[in-house]
Each structure stands twice: as structure tokens, then as C-alpha cells.
Nanobody, 119 residues
Framework: QVQLVESGGGLVQPGGSLRLSCAASGSIFSRNTMGWYRQAPGKERELVARIFSGGITNYADSVKGRFTISRDNAKNTVYLQMNNLKPEDTAVYYC?????????????WGQGTQVTVSS
């Protein structure tokens, strides 16, 4: 099992910045992917950004150039720096940890943190 604890959400004005953090603990394998997804009211959960254990990153087109994902493997922590936030970024953001174990591909989720962009 892997446990994820998120922090850093909140209310920010358009154009502002926030930094999300997610710390993983438990049975963590060295090869894994950590990422952030978000879900706005009435919409499906979507990938925001992810980072592989080797450092390769993927971003949704809507956040490219504004958001940066990074990780500290020694701390099993992933970060999402969000700049130039827009109202359409408002959503609950979920941390995801993915790894391959004996049972196959395993996904773990954080509890979610609310990000609200509003003036």
C-alpha cells in the first residue's frame, strides 16, 4: 500500500501562483510515476501533469508553459508549481502514484485539494 498526503491548495486571484505538494509513504518501488489530476464540477477527472522516476514529464496542453511538475525521489514527494492561474484551473486536484507490483499496475490517490481561482 502507498499513502499520499497532499497540501498547498487554496484560493488565489487570476494570474496568481500556488504550489501543491504530495508526499508518498509505504511500499514504494523505485520505478514509479507520480502525477496530478484534476476534476472540476460536472467534468471528468483529467491529467494535469506527470513525472516518471527518471525525470521525464508530460503536461496537458492547457497548462503547458504555466505549470511545472517536479519530484524529490529522496523524499518521495512530487510538486506542482502553478503560475499564471486562470479561473478555468479551478478544480479539486488529486495526487496520483502509479507503480507496477506483483498484482500488476497499481494506482494510488490522494484525498484531493481544492484550488479556486477567482477575483
Amino acid at each position: 500500500q502507498v499513502q499520499l498526503v497532499e497540501s498547498g491548495g487554496g484560493l488565489v486571484q487570476p494570474g496568481g501562483s500556488l504550489r501543491l505538494s504530495c508526499a508518498a509513504s509505504g511500499s514504494i518501488f523505485s520505478r514509479n510515476t507520480m502525477g496530478w489530476y484534476r476534476q472540476a464540477p460536472g467534468k471528468e477527472r483529467e491529467l494535469v501533469a506527470r513525472i516518471f522516476s527518471g525525470g521525464i514529464t508530460n503536461y496537458a496542453d492547457s497548462v503547458k508553459g504555466r505549470f511545472t511538475i517536479s519530484r524529490d525521489n529522496a523524499k518521495n514527494t512530487v510538486y506542482l508549481q502553478m503560475n499564471n492561474l486562470k479561473p478555468e484551473d479551478t478544480a479539486v486536484y488529486y495526487c496520483n502514484h502509479r507503480q507496477i507490483g506483483d498484482a500488476g499496475l497499481m494506482d494510488y490517490w490522494g484525498q484531493g485539494t481544492q484550488v479556486t481561482v477567482s477575483s
